[in-house]
């Protein structure tokens, strides 16, 4: 059975590899830092919280990923990770959006969502939801207006000339940003997260335990899960 190089092993190979090249070096122990950091979350590595649903009949993984209310650690901590993990989780879209409602800031995520969604209309009816977010949201009279700087004005107001799924890409982009290097990190800092975060923990579910506790059985008994 071939053996898995030690530490020491493997960063000497990193370095043979990189050799002096600085660039080759930081994407390289970027990779690692990658790796680290969602290693608890494969299934091959570490023991699931659930039931794999692709080998067993257990439907507790899905039930859990529709599930807003109770959170596990795991899921709620993968927030931390960035604010891409934090939108594409829908129980970390609701917090954030609830977050930002507190803020006086709803209607920027609210407007990056209403892109994402233009880019899922059909083709005749681009042009209508183009203009329903634009009265929403960039129009003088607004309901909800955002704030987005002149470059992306500019690019929005040659957009509406010719109105199509890319309208507002930069503008979208520019929202991302501000909400990446602003409202996300301050989320991060808050009592919300913290006492959300601190809460999952507590409620680790029974049927969690469970199937740790049967996938390290399992292992024990030679027949891995």
């Given amino acids: 059975m071939t053996r898995l190089p030690t530490d020491e092993e493997a960063y000497g190979l990193i370095e043979l590899i990189v050799g002096t090249s600085a660039n080759s070096e930081y994407r390289?122990?970027?990779?690692?830092?990658?790796?680290?950091?969602?290693t608890e979350y494969d299934p091959l590595l570490s023991a699931p919280d659930l039931p794999n649903p692709w080998i067993s009949e257990s439907p507790d993984y899905w039930d859990s990923e529709?599930?807003?209310?109770?959170?596990?650690?795991?899921?709620?901590?993968?927030?931390?990770?960035?604010?891409?993990?934090?939108?594409?989780?829908?129980?970390?879209?609701?917090?954030?959006?609830?977050?930002?409602d507190k803020e006086f800031s709803g209607e920027n995520l609210r407007f990056w969502e209403a892109?994402?969604?233009?880019?899922?209309?059909?083709?005749?009816?681009?042009?209508?939801?183009?203009?329903e977010i634009w009265e929403e949201f960039l129009?003088?009279?607004?309901?909800?207006?955002?704030?987005?700087?002149?470059?992306?004005?500019?690019?929005?107001?040659?957009?509406?000339?010719?109105?199509?799924?890319?309208?507002?890409?930069?503008?979208?982009?520019?929202?991302?940003?501000?909400?990446?290097?602003?409202?996300?990190?301050?989320y991060l800092r808050s009592e919300m997260y913290k006492e959300l975060l601190c809460g999952a923990k507590k409620k680790t579910s029974v049927k969690g335990l469970r199937s740790v506790i049967a996938f390290t059985t399992s292992r024990r008994e030679g027949n891995p899960a």
């Fill in 115 to 131: 892109c994402h969604e233009l880019k899922r209309v059909a083709k005749k009816d681009v042009k209508h939801h183009v203009f």
């Fill in 139 to 186: 129009a003088g009279n607004a309901h909800n207006p955002i704030n987005i700087d002149s470059k992306a004005a500019m690019a929005v107001a040659k957009n509406m000339q010719n109105p199509d799924l890319y309208t507002f890409d930069e503008a979208a982009e520019h929202i991302y940003y501000l909400m990446k290097n602003d409202s996300y990190a301050r």
């Fill in 28 to 38: 390289v122990y970027s990779y690692i830092g990658h790796f680290e950091q969602y």
């Fill in 66 to 100: 529709k599930n807003l209310k109770e959170l596990s650690p795991k899921r709620v901590k993968r927030w931390a990770f960035s604010l891409a993990e934090l939108l594409q989780d829908p129980a970390g879209r609701e917090q954030f959006a609830k977050f930002l």
